[in-house]
């Protein structure tokens, strides 16, 4: 139980982790429109697809099972596309609801939860603030997935147990499920947070009803919709990528890490120095030693590798989902889990949290996703001008296939660690004045490429709201490869 002395300070925490959520739900809607970072790595090829108006040929009949994504962000950046004729409409509208799915998220968790205090809309803040940001622009839809994971917990708690709740729930697993294979995961964790309140409990057996009927659902449509042979097996491979542990060392992470170790250490130390002033000068010393490493040590940028920290979700979303669950239970909620031992550890978690500590730890992490992000988007606006300029450029390697074509290696290699080599041919497209460029940009190192050359040679024919001139270059890189 919180004691009366640091009811203030708990006050302050949960003011903090609402305005984080918000603030950077909004900001990531803000930066990613004004710099277009839906275009960065295979968001150039998505970006492509929409302006192409056929992202499901493209490459969505291959994840069937992320089939939310293509629901929620596709097909109506593609009609808008149709409806306009413009296909710079249809890529920020395909930017604006990509980007969007965080707020949305929590606008949907804060409607969901009916809790006393709104622990779990709180936590989903607090989640989104401090996780989101190591994936922000990394086209992956276990971004979706985190979106989604918050007010499906908290529907499935708080939901009214009659048709309209049981609805709700099935609706909002089903969407979940099709997000992500991770995010099975994530409604794996749910039922085992509904369990906590037991397994008789009408909220539980539902619970396990609709996962069921919404797994079984994803298990037809995997079966039916297969991948083609070419991305099979990519699939894999970077479905091994998705769980290695490894990612975990990037060193936005383990910076994060260690300047909250830090702060504790320090924490601990100045308690007997300046007991009255402990956590702020901690606070201050530890802002210190990250502008210190900024400004004389720091050569890293979280760019390609904001795909691998997807790994930091998989793991952590669903430990933040377990505690909000634990701290949103009241004591006779607790008592009545089947795991007996619960309230005594809930009780144990309550005394060792300490608000000051979590703040401040809360305050560093925010500090550095500020830093990483900024850093990455600026580096990113201008790998954008330095693609457009060759892009629009007359510099030529005819090596490469087409005297049409020109290396991306003519970048400044410090501006190419922004490089994803299989889409920045498409990027050249997105990029260049009226979407017309002289020259394909095209990375002579990549392995991969997206399109076979008859979806290409279709895409050319039918795709009028892109330039002929720029279909006719995407179906000559495409022929030349598949």
Known sequence: MHTDADMPAWRRLRQLSIAAGIGSAIAFIVAGLATRLQMFGDGSIFSYAVAAQDAWTF????????MFSYVYAYIPAEAVVGLTGSAT???AVY?????SAPLLGLLLTYAADRGKDRTIFVFACLSTACLCPLVYGAPTEMWMAHALFWPAIATCLYAPVNARGNIAIFALLLALVFTHEGAIIFAAAILFVVFLRGWRDAIFVRTVAAFALAMAIWLIVKLTLRPDDYIAGVLGAAAYKFIDIANLTEPAFVLIAAIIAIDDLLTIMLRKVAPLKTYALSLIV?????AAYWFWFDKSLLAEHRYNLRTVLL???PAFGLVATI????ENTR???PLTFLPTLATALERACNPRVIFSAIALTLLVHTVETTKFVWVWTQYKSAIAVLAAGTASDPTLGDPAFVSSKRIDPALNRLSWHSTTPYLSVLLAPEMKPTRLVVDPGTGYFWLPCDTAKQSEQR???LPAESRRLIRTYSCLHR
Do not use: D, E, P, Y
């Open 463 to 465: 795709s009028a709201a």
């Open 315 to 317: 793991i952590l979303t």
């Open 286 to 290: 530890c802002v210190m030693l990250l």
């Open 89 to 91: 409409a249809g890529i």
């Open 95 to 99: 930017g604006l609801l990509h980007f």
């Open 327 to 330: 701290a949103a239970m009241n």
């Open 335 to 337: 008592v009545q889990s």
């Open 59 to 66: 490459h969505w009949h291959n994840i069937s099972g992320r």
